[in-house]
C-alpha cells in the first residue's frame, strides 16, 4: 500500500497517520521496525493499524508473539464502487480476560485495490479459526488469501458467477441450480 494514496475527499494517509497518537501496539510494532499506518480507533477506544499485504504475516507472528493469540474475527467489506476492498483482523490477548474486565484489543486492515492484485497471505497457519472466516471473505468479495489450505467458496455454489457483497455487483437475471447428487 502506498503511504502518499489519497482517498476521495481525505488527506493523504501519512499526513492523517501523523495526526493520530501512536497508541501500545503501534509503538510495540514500530520497536521491532514493523510498517504501518495509524488509523484513527474505533468508537470502543481499540487501535486500528492499517498493514499492507506482504506485511501481514509478519505483524500478526509479531502481535501473536507478545499475546494477541486470539483471532477473534476476520472479515472484507466494500468501500464502494471504484473504492477498496478490505480485509479487517481483530485479535486479542486471551489471557486478559482472567485478569481484566477488558482484554488487550487491536484492529488490522489491509487495504485492497479492487482492480488490482486482490492477494493477501491466509492467517491459517498461525490462526486454524481463519478457515471459514477467509472462505467466506473469498466467497463474498473475491479476496485470494494464498496458501489457505481449502481455497473454495463457502456459501455460494462453486460454479457462482461474481462476489455478491461487492457494491458494484450485479444480480443475475436466472441461476439454474445443479442437482447435487
Not at 37 to 55: A, C, Q, T
Request: charged share 30%; glycine share 8%.
Amino acid at each position: 500500500m502506498e503511504e502518499n494514496k489519497v482517498k476521495q475527499n481525505e488527506k493523504p494517509i501519512s499526513e492523517k497517520s501523523q495526526e493520530i497518537e501512536a497508541g501500545p501496539v503501534s509503538k510495540s510494532l514500530s520497536k521491532e521496525g514493523l510498517a504501518h499506518i495509524i488509523d484513527e480507533k474505533d468508537h470502543l477506544g481499540i487501535e486500528i493499524l492499517s498493514i499492507s499485504p506482504d506485511s501481514l504475516i509478519e505483524v500478526v507472528l509479531c502481535l501473536k508473539k507478545n499475546g494477541f493469540n486470539y483471532l477473534e474475527c476476520q472479515g472484507g467489506y466494500d468501500e464502494g464502487p471504484g473504492l477498496n476492498i478490505v480485509c479487517f483482523y481483530h485479535l486479542i490477548a486471551i489471557e486478559d480476560l482472567e485478569q481484566k474486565s477488558h482484554p488487550r484489543e487491536v484492529r488490522l486492515k489491509v487495504y485492497l485495490d479492487r482492480n488490482g492484485d486482490l492477494k493477501v497471505p491466509s492467517l491459517y497457519k498461525i490462526f486454524h479459526g481463519s478457515d471459514w472466516q477467509e472462505r467466506e471473505t473469498y466467497d463474498m468479495f473475491g479476496v485470494i488469501f494464498v496458501g489457505h489450505p481449502h481455497p473454495k467458496r463457502l456459501l455460494m455454489p462453486e460454479d457462482w458467477k461474481g462476489w455478491p457483497l461487492r457494491k458494484d455487483y450485479v444480480q443475475p437475471d436466472f441461476y439454474e441450480m445443479q442437482d447435487a447428487y
